[in-house]
């Protein structure tokens, strides 16, 4: 497995949650890591990136409420997400792109369930 996601689950709203994606060293260096996520019958969609320079982009629903980092060793990112509301339900997706290609490599997908 080249990219292992963890920490999906089931939450009440306003709740937390942090997902975490680890990149095997096979891959080469990570370029980026980010989060994707799709709800049924929508597209997928961006959560948020970050580059192994620290550079991180929001999706809109993201913005203010969940945070992307990364390890010091640049092979895992987490996503803590909090004030889940039941529209971040979703499946989400782990994403990298290595550094200095356009290769994106896709996790198995988290499944992420927020009740009201």
């Known amino acids: 497995v080249q990219l292992q996601a963890s920490g999906g689950g089931s939450v009440q709203a306003g709740g937390s949650l942090r997902l975490s994606c680890a990149a095997a060293?096979?891959?080469?260096?990570?370029?980026?890591m980010g989060w994707y996520r799709q709800a049924p019958g929508k597209q997928r969609e961006l959560v948020a990136t970050i580059t192994r320079g620290l550079r991180t982009t929001y999706g809109d629903s993201a913005k203010g409420r969940f945070t992307i980092s990364i390890a010091n060793n640049k092979t895992t990112a987490y996503l803590q997400m909090s004030g889940l509301k039941p529209e971040d339900t979703a499946i989400y997706y782990c994403?990298?792109?290595?550094?200095?290609?356009?290769?994106?490599?896709w996790g198995q997908g988290t499944q992420v369930t927020v009740s009201s």
């Open positions: 060293r096979s891959l080469g260096s990570v370029g980026t």
């Open positions: 994403n990298v792109v290595v550094l200095g290609t356009m290769q994106a490599h």
